[in-house]
C-alpha cells in the first residue's frame, strides 16, 4: 500500500467477455475499454495512448504531453508488475474519468505491493523496486483490492491535466 494513499478498496472492476483474437481493445461501455489477456507493458501503454487520444478528439481538447506520460508509465509498471511478481495479468481495464484516466490491472497474487528500501541492510544498493513508489506519486487515488477468486486489482488513477 502507498504510505501517499490511504485507501484499500476499489470498485470491482466489471466483467465483459475475451475474445479469441490477439490483444485487441474491446469496447465495454462508454469511455471504459478492456484489452485481452494476457498483455505486455507496451500493450497496456498502447491502450492508454488510444484511449487518451480518443478522449482529446471528443472533447475538442489537447493532451498534456507530460500527464499522458504519466499514466503511460502507471500503465507500464502496473503490468509488469504483475508480470513480474503476481502471477500474469489476469484483466487489464482502462476508465475515463474525470479528472483522467483509471488504470485497473488484476493478477493472481494475494500479496500486497510493498516499498523496498534502495539499500539492504549491509548498504549494496537493490536492483528495482522503483516501480510501485513512481505509481504511488504519478497517480491520485491508488487501490488494492482482493478479488473474490483470489488475486488482486490494482486501480490507479492519473490525472491528465
Do not use: Q, Y
Not at 507530460?66 to 509498471?77: G, K, P, Q, R, Y
Amino acid at each position: 500500500m502507498c504510505r501517499e494513499h490511504a485507501t484499500e478498496s476499489a470498485p470491482k472492476p466489471s466483467v465483459s467477455a475475451d475474445t479469441p483474437s490477439g490483444p485487441a481493445l474491446e469496447p465495454s461501455a462508454v469511455g471504459r475499454c478492456r484489452l485481452r489477456c494476457p498483455c505486455r507493458p507496451a500493450d497496456a501503454r498502447r491502450a492508454v495512448e488510444s484511449a487518451v487520444d480518443a478522449r482529446c478528439r471528443a472533447t475538442g481538447t489537447t493532451c498534456d504531453r507530460e500527464s499522458v506520460a504519466d499514466a503511460l508509465l502507471v500503465a507500464s509498471e502496473l503490468t509488469t508488475n504483475a508480470i513480474l511478481h503476481g502471477g500474469g495479468i489476469t484483466d487489464f481495464r482502462i476508465d475515463l474519468v474525470e479528472p483522467g484516466i483509471r488504470v485497473s490491472v488484476s493478477d493472481r497474487s494475494d500479496a500486497l505491493p510493498v516499498t523496498e528500501e534502495p539499500v539492504d541492510p549491509r548498504g549494496r544498493r537493490r536492483i528495482g523496486g522503483l516501480g510501485w513508489p513512481i505509481v504511488c506519486r504519478l497517480a491520485h487515488d491508488v487501490r488494492v483490492t482482493g478479488l473474490p477468486s483470489g488475486g488482486k486489482c490494482i486501480t490507479a488513477v492519473v490525472p491528465l491535466s
